[in-house]
Nanobody
Framework: VQLVESGGGSAQPGGSLKLVCSIS????????MSWYRQPPGKERELVAV????????TYADSVKGRFTISRDNDKNTVYLQMVSLEPEDTAVYFC?????????????WGKGTQVTVSS
């Protein structure tokens, strides 16, 4: 299973970036998809989740109203649209795919993409 993130880079405060995560070798529609981030010197934290069923979304309080997670089941791809970026959004962003069936849990991570917000 491979998750490949792209779309990271540098932006100025108030700017926008769109992260893309493509996953292969899974039945994508079964998986909840998440974005996490790890700021420099800090723990990894959950940013947003989009469920496999109903596409329900959940966001960290720090990004509500600024970030939007979405998925395209035909392309096995999840997106994170980020607007009104702040320096505090600087982090490595990771994509995660997770699925549970009975007692079995599956989780796969991408290698991450750097987002830097500075003036």
């Amino acid at each position: 299973v491979q998750l490949v993130e792209s779309g990271g880079g540098s932006a100025q405060p108030g700017g926008s970036l769109k992260l893309v995560c493509s996953i292969s070798e899974v039945t994508f529609t079964l998986y909840d998809m998440s974005w996490y981030r790890q700021p420099p010197g800090k723990e990894r934290e959950l940013v947003a989740v989009i469920r496999s069923v109903g596409r329900e979304t959940t966001y960290a309080d720090s990004v509500k109203g600024r970030f939007t997670i979405s998925r395209d089941n035909d392309k096995n791809t999840v997106y994170l649209q980020m607007v009104s970026l702040e320096p505090e959004d600087t982090a490595v962003y990771f994509c995660k795919a997770s699925h549970r069936t009975g007692p079995a849990k599956f989780a796969y991570w991408g290698k991450g993409t750097q987002v830097t917000v500075s003036s």
